[in-house]
């Protein structure tokens, strides 16, 4: 179905002016770079322009801003070889503070950074959605390009992962801890 140009930039720019701010932000923290999410916010929305016919329903075009700039920061992360991403905290809503928090105040742990990293793409990309832009269900599955049930699977392995991660990197934490104090013993013992 071939839509009005016209009609396109008209809802387009409202887009724009309705989550052109979270979209934005949402993008800095995947990729880390001020500038670069700006760069991929503007490219967002001229994809969004172009493929403006693939807007089935206007109900859920959040979730299709939020897909369409997921693959684009995806596939601008790919190209530079760079995947970071802003950690969960892998703990129930409100009783830690939200990812968002700890990337606000630039708190992340090196465990955190390091079980992020071991995690598979795509989950970290959910995770994000879920716990940093509050994606609803259906606005997540609409991101992501999968149904709900989908999405609901993939949260629950991503979370699961990101837990056994975050252990087996606070394990070798405490190993490396352990090491680091024995190591002192083990040279008064020599004198």
Known sequence: MTRDRATARAVVEELFRLHGGEIYS???????????AADLAQETFVKAYRAFDSLEEPSRARAWLYQIANR??????????IVRFVPWTGESRGSARSAEEIALHGRLSAEMERALAAIPERQRGALLLAEVHDLTGLELAAALGVSHVAARALLTRARESLRQALALERARSAER?????????RAEDDR
């Open 26 to 36: 949402y993008l800095a923290r995947m990729v880390r770079d001020d500038e670069l």
């Open 72 to 81: 684009t920061a995806l596939d601008e992360l790919r190209r530079r070889k």
């Open 177 to 185: 801890d352990a090491a680091k104090t024995a190591r002192p013993e």
